[in-house]
């Protein structure tokens, strides 16, 4: 695969446009057309910037000594031909690395795979259990499928330098479940979920768990619980079957509101008012009252 170690060659389709960038003897395309200005590998401020800049200056003084012993080793042609082979790069990728080689390697994410430093996390999860009824100097753990004894006892080991004497592992089938129907409304096949891998450890020292929290005063706990019951409640009526049934809450506060009347343990107060005849209730005024006649004491007719 050849290497190229110039920046891409500069075409033109009319030396009458930047001709203080392009030169008559450039090379022009073929197939160009009369819209396309130019087409080059570099805009017009990069390739100023790359002029005022040339290669003749030491890139080794702008890099660490790591990443030049790096570039050294990786620049034969044997390797550099593999890792292209191995990685192909995009045409702008390829573009930068003939550019500035220094700074393209310098960056972590451009560096090949084999050359980086292997760090391998756990991709999977052991869990460990609240066993009241065992003894101190045993616990108990849910594990992946594929894992085995050794595992357990290197993972305790080396994680939590935890010595073990004795690891027994048992396989538990589940029971028969059917899957959920995107229609809700119907039932799905029938399956059987995955089974559940338990391993119980011999330790070496005791463990034992810390006592649960009592006081849950800071946690909120009666609050959480109160929010979730009402919140509940609510669904229940506002869902399909709770449009049908009764307010059993509504009829049990009235009944106890006529017990209170009855008993003398409240006072009735009513939401209405009566309003005198002679008020006029949309304009928010009184009549004058009439004078009565001093024969009859009847009202005088008008």
């Known amino acids: 695969m050849p290497r190229y170690s110039k920046i891409p060659a500069i075409l033109r389709t009319s030396t009458r446009s930047n001709p203080d960038v392009i030169k008559p003897a450039t090379p022009r395309l073929w197939n160009a057309k009369r819209r396309i200005k130019v087409s080059q590998g570099l805009t017009k401020p990069q390739y100023l910037a790359y002029k005022r800049n040339p290669e003749s200056k030491n890139w080794r003084d702008q890099v660490s ?67 009241p009824q065992q003894s101190p100097f045993y616990a108990s753990f849910i594990v992946p499928l594929w894992f085995n004894k050794l595992d357990m006892k290197s993972y305790l080991k080396e994680l939590y330098s935890v010595d ?9 089938q589940r029971g028969l479940t059917r899957r959920q129907h995107p229609s809700q409304k119907k039932q799905g096949a029938w399956y059987r979920p995955e089974s559940i891998k338990t391993m119980v450890v011999q330790l070496v020292e005791p463990f034992e768990w ?26 229940r009526r506002m869902g399909q079957l709770g449009e049908l049934k009764p307010n059993t809450e509504h009829r049990r506060t009235i009944a106890q509101q006529a017990r209170d009347l009855l008993a003398g343990r409240s006072v009735w107060q009513p939401s209405w008012k009566s309003i005198p005849s002679d008020v006029r209730v949309l304009e928010g005024v009184t009549d004058p009252p009439k004078p009565k006649s001093e024969d009859s004491g009847l009202p005088q007719l008008p």
């Open 210 to 235: 810390p006592k649960p929290v009592e006081d849950l005063t800071d946690y909120e706990h009666d609050e959480y619980w109160r929010s979730m019951k009402a919140e509940v409640d609510v669904q």
């Open 164 to 172: 073990t004497v004795h690891v027994r592992s048992f396989v538990t």
């Open 65 to 131: 000594p790591d990443v030049a012993e790096f570039i050294d080793v990786n620049t034969s042609d044997s390797v550099a031909d593999q890792a292209m082979r191995d990685h192909p790069l995009l045409p702008e990728e390829k573009d930068r690395v003939l550019r500035n080689p220094a700074r393209f390697f310098s960056r972590p994410y451009n560096v090949p795979v084999q050359q980086r430093k292997q760090v391998f996390f756990p991709d999977f999860t052991v869990s460990l259990l609240r066993t």
